[in-house]
C-alpha cells in the first residue's frame, strides 16, 4: 500500500552528482539549528525539579514537596503554573512558525536561521538573570519564537540541500542535533543540580545561549539553498550553486524541474489560500497535520521534558531522576543513528511501521508496571531497585522506537512532500501544529498525570496504535525520489490519487502547459 511507480511504470528520476565535502558541512552546520529545540527539550524537565528553582518562582510546588512526606506520587508536581513555564514556550513557537513561512519564502532559508538563533540568545539570557516570574515566562516566549524560525526554516534547508538519495539521513540530523541538544542538557543539569548557594538553575538556563550562537555564527557562513534562489528570481546564482554542492557540471536536468516547479509556483498568488482550498494539495496538508499531530501523541515529549519530574514522581531520588534522564537521553541520540543509516536503504515507511509496533507494546508495558506497583492511590514509599530498573529499560526501548521513526521522520517527512509553490507555507503549517500539541501536552500532562494516573500511558498507547494503522494505509514510500518530482507520489497511491485529477489544479497546469510547449 506504500509503493511507487511512475507513469508508465518507469522509475523515479535520478540527477547526476555525487557526496561533496561543500554539502556535507553546509548540512551539518545547518542541522545545527536541532540544537536549540534539543537543549530546551532537555533543560526545562530537570530545572523546574530543582528545589531552589521550585522555591523562587513556584512555592506551592516547593512547599508541597517539603511539608508532606506520604502524598500521592502522581500529584507531587501538579501546577498549572508550573506547567505554564514549560509550555508558554511551545505557544510563541507556533505562532512565530507562522511567520517565519513568510520570511522564508521572501528571503531565504538562511535569514529564518539567522533570526533563530538571535532571538534564542535574548531569551537565554532573560531566563538566566530572571528575578521574577513574569520576566522567565517573557524568556521562554523568546525561546519559542527562536524555536518556531529553526524549525520552520531547518528541515526546509536540509531538505533541499541534500542529494536527493541522501536527502533521509541529512534531514535527519536536524533530529540527530535535538537528541545532542537533550543530552547535553541532561549533563548540565546532573552538575548544576549540585552547585552549592541555589543558583545552578541560572546556569542550566542560561548556556541555552550556547547552541544559539552556534547557530548564529553558522548561518552567516551558510549559502541558501538554489530552490529558494530561483523561487526568488536568482536563476544565474542558483545555477553556479547547484553545479557546486553537486560536484558536477551537468545539473541541467535537476536545475530545469526547479525551473518548472518555480512556473508552477507562479500560477498560485496565495499559497495559504491554496494549500487549504485546492484540492491537489488535500494529501500533502493531511500529512502535515496528522504527523505532527501524532508525533506529539506518541508522549515521546512527556518523556523527554519532563524526565526528571517524571522519574521523581515515581519514586525515584532527585539524583536518580537525574541519571535517569540521562540514560534516556543516550539511547535517544545513539538510536537516532539506526535512522540516519536506514531511512535511505529501508524506507520512511518500514521505520514508522516498526517503530509504532515497538513503542505501542512498550508503552503499554510501561502503564502496566506502574499501574501494578502504584495502584490509583498513588502511595508508594519506598521503590526497588529491580522495579525501577526495569521501568528506565523500558522507557529506553520506547524511546528508542521513537528515535529512530516518528522521532526523525515527524520532521523529514513533511518538509519533502511539497510542491515549492506552497513549500514554505506547509512546513509552517507542520511546525505550527507541531508546537500547538507540543503545548496542549506540556500544560496538561502534570494534571493528567495526577487525574488519570497510570491510565495516562494507556491514553497515549492508543493514539500510538491509531497512528501505526494510519500510516499503513495512508502512507506512500519517498524514499530516492527528487523532491520537485514528489508530486507523483500521490499521483499513484491508491487512496490519495482520487484528489489529484482536476484540471484547474496548479500542477495540472503546469503539467499542460509544459506539454504544449513541447508540441510547439
Known sequence: MGGVSFEGGSPPPSYPGKLTPYVLLTVLAGAAGGLIFGYDLGISGGVTSMAPFLEKFFPDVYERQQSITSTNQYCKFNSPTLQLFTSSLYLAALFASLAAGEVTKKFGR??????????????????????????????????????????????????????????????????????????????????????????????????????????????????????????????????????????????????????????????????????????????????????????????????????????????????????????????????????????????RRSLFLEGGVQMFIFQSLIAGLIGWRFGVSGNVTDIPFWFAAVVVVCICVYVMGFAWSWGPLGWLYPSEIFPLEVRSAAQSVTVAVNMAFTFIVGQCFLTML???????????????????????????????????EMTQVWRSHWFWKRFMNEPNDPVNKAIAMSKLRDRV
Open 110 to 347: 538562511r535569514i529564518s536561521m539567522m533570526m533563530a538563533g538571535f532571538i534564542f540568545l535574548f531569551g537565554a539570557a532573560l531566563n538566566a538573570g530572571a528575578v521574577h516570574l513574569s520576566m522567565l515566562i517573557l524568556g521562554r516566549i523568546l525561546l519559542g519564537i527562536g524555536i518556531g524560525f529553526a524549525n520552520q526554516s531547518v528541515p526546509l534547508y536540509l531538505s533541499e540541500m541534500s542529494p536527493y538519495n541522501y536527502r533521509g539521513r541529512f534531514n535527519i540530523c536536524f533530529q540527530l542535533m535535538i537528541t545532542i541538544g537533550i543530552l547535553c542538557a541532561n549533563l548540565i543539569n546532573f552538575g548544576t543540580a549540585k552547585i552549592s548557594g541555589g543558583w545552578g538553575w541560572r546556569l542550566s538556563l542560561g548556556l541555552a545561549g550556547v547552541p544559539a550562537v552556534i547557530i548564529l555564527i553558522a548561518s552567516f557562513f551558510l549559502s541558501d539553498t538554489p530552490n529558494s534562489m530561483v523561487q526568488r528570481g536568482r536563476e544565474i546564482e542558483a545555477k553556479a550553486l547547484l553545479k557546486r554542492i553537486r560536484g558536477v557540471d551537468d545539473v541541467d536536468a535537476e536545475f530545469n524541474d526547479m525551473l518548472a516547479a518555480k512556473n508552477e509556483a507562479d500560477l498560485v498568488e496565495s499559497p495559504w489560500r491554496n494549500l487549504f482550498g485546492t484540492k491537489c494539495y488535500r494529501p500533502q496538508l493531511a500529512m502535515s497535520i496528522l504527523i505532527p499531530f501524532f508525533q506529539q501523541f506518541t508522549g515521546i515529549n512527556v518523556i523527554m521534558f519532563y524526565a526528571p519530574v517524571l522519574f521523581q514522581s515515581l519514586g525515584f531520588g532527585s539524583d536518580a531522576s537525574l541519571i535517569s534522564s540521562v540514560i534516556t537521553g543516550v539511547v535517544n541520540m545513539f538510536a537516532t543513528g539506526v535512522s540516519i543509516y536506514g531511512s535511505d536503504r529501508w524506507g
Open 450 to 484: 495526577c487525574s488519570m494516573k497510570y491510565g495516562l500511558f494507556i491514553f497515549f498507547a492508543f493514539f500510538v496504535a491509531v497512528m501505526t494503522l494510519f500510516c499503513y494505509f495512508f502512507m506512500p514510500e519517498t524514499k530516492n525520489i527528487p523532491i520537485e
